[in-house]
């Protein structure tokens, strides 16, 4: 009877999930339901604890979404995927960032790199955070933060469940890099870099370019439930210096630009191998030109005869475009452009040179 008193309590998970019952039916009303299934159902035969059990487990997990899982305990480590931090300068103004795994070596090299566009005197920085990586250590996440953020200023708290006071998290450090900031983001960014993105924000230091987050800066626990499967759930939850928190709630970019998923995991591949700048620019088609007709050469009749042919062209299968990035770089050219053009908007036409047009004499009848 116990057992049955543990599983009924947890069937309110269930139906809540579902959505098959009502929201006002009484926790006497659910137990009610169970006992007269398990008795009178057509086949209460397949109704066994085991069953019932897993039932409400997975209910209970689908209404708290993300905020627990079971993961296979193989899982628990780093996913193994391709680490490191890819940088690359996209123009001689524009640094381009890219942490995979939100590892402590990856901030040692952060701030190489950060170092490094500083003595170039780069002006403007995209910090990619859309790397699905899995969730991480917050000390990582306060350690990439102190590359940005004053000395001595509070960068996050942590809410611990059960505590009155939060861990306050202040930078110790002088940071790297003071200039302008625009990060990506979208529903794959992690617990890290949801929390990087919305101190940066909150601080109006970056601009949020991408699709909404989904709203998971907490801290993660991992516990074993048995020799194959470990319970990955919410321990302590990130709260802004404001004291605002983004769990379930994710931030809303301030430039939104969708782009599906597996497109963007393609670009991610693309340019594990080459570099960033070849998913923001088009190769042109070759055309007939003086060079061409200098080097007795006609790229455009020796793609009508391929195509003539049935053979593929290069143009009809090109390469992936990341065009969240694509857009992160067009606005910051555009921004450069408005601040560099000096419009007097109060200043008046000047007077014409020219002398005033003649006006024609009707003639007379």
């Known amino acids: 009877m116990r057992r049955l008193a543990i599983l009924l309590t947890l069937s309110s998970s269930v139906f809540a999930a579902s959505g098959t019952a009502p929201k006002d039916i009484s926790q006497a009303g659910i137990q009610s339901a169970f006992r007269i299934l398990q008795k009178e159902y057509i086949r209460s035969s397949d109704l066994t604890f085991d069953v019932l059990n897993r039932a409400a487990l997975s209910g209970l997990l689908q209404r708290l979404d993300f905020g627990a899982e079971l993961v296979p305990r193989t899982a628990e480590a780093k996913s193994g995927a391709l680490t490191g931090v890819q940088a690359e300068l996209l123009t001689p103004q524009t640094g381009y960032l890219r942490p995979r795994e939100y590892t402590p070596q990856e901030t040692k090299e952060m701030e190489k790199h ?19 990586a899995p969730p991480g250590d917050f000390n990582d996440a306060a350690d ?21 006071a939060a861990e306050v998290e202040t930078n110790s450090r002088e940071p790297v890099w003071t200039q302008q900031i625009f990060v990506l983001v979208d529903n794959e960014t992690n617990n890290l870099g949801e929390t990087i993105a ?47 928190s983004v769990f379930k709630k994710g931030l809303q970019p301030d430039l939104a630009v969708s782009m599906p998923t597996s497109l963007k995991r393609q670009v991610y591949h693309a340019t594990d191998a080459k570099d960033v700048k070849s998913s923001i620019t088009d190769k042109p088609r070759p055309r007939f030109n003086e060079a061409a007709l200098v ?30 990035l694509q857009r992160a770089v067009d606005l910051i050219t555009t921004r450069g452009l408005f601040q ?18 003649r006006r024609a004499i009707p003639l007379k009848k």
Do not use: C
């Not at 080097?295 to 195509?307: C, G, I, M, T």
């Not at 560099?340 to 005033?356: H, L, Q, Y």
């Open 114 to 132: 950060l170092t490094d566009f500083a003595a170039k005197k780069v002006a403007h920085l995209i910090l990619d955070l859309r790397s699905p």
């Open 295 to 324: 080097a007795n050469q006609n790229p455009e009749l020796d793609s009508y005869l391929k195509r003539s042919a049935g053979k593929p062209l290069p143009e009809d299968s090109p390469p992936p475009s990341d065009l969240v």
């Open 198 to 244: 919305a101190v940066l924000r909150l601080r109006k230091q970056a601009l949020l370019i991408g699709s909404p987050t989904r709203g998971g800066a907490v801290r993660y626990e991992t516990v074993p439930v048995d020799a194959e499967w470990s319970l990955r759930f919410a321990r302590a939850e990130v709260l802004l210096t404001d004291d605002s």
């Open 340 to 357: 560099a053009a000096k419009i007097d908007w109060n200043r008046k036409a000047p007077a014409s040179r020219e002398p005033p047009a």
């Open 144 to 164: 990439m933060l102190s590359l940005f953020v004053p000395k001595g200023e509070v960068l996050f708290k942590m809410q611990q469940m059960g505590q009155t």
